[in-house]
């Protein structure tokens, strides 16, 4: 388990492309070790399906802000309100 640890350096890549999440993850030598898709649809038939879509959604919504580092820019506004 740990040795796996120290391969998996994280998930590289999380797109949204219209309403699919694509993440994909690489191992230290840059090979492809993990890729999925779901689309998010309106009605959904197979819960499994439905959980797979919520789960990559909040995965793309944490690297996003992860990305944009949204917790460092809402700290720095927060500091500049309270000297108002």
């Known amino acids: 388990m740990r040795e796996r640890l120290q ?10 492309l219209e309403d699919c999440y694509h993440p994909t993850m690489f191992d230290a030598e840059e ?10 649809e309106v009605v959904y038939n197979d819960t499994e399906k439905s959980e ?17 580092d949204i917790v460092k ?4 506004a927060e500091k500049i309100l309270h000297r108002i």
């Open 7 to 16: 391969i998996v350096q994280c998930v590289d890549s999380v797109r949204r």
């Open 73 to 76: 820019k809402l700290s720095t």
């Open 52 to 68: 797979l879509v919520q789960k990559l959604a909040r995965l793309f919504e944490l690297a996003r802000r992860k990305a944009l």
């Open 31 to 40: 090979n492809e070790i993990f890729a999925a898709s779901a689309e998010e």
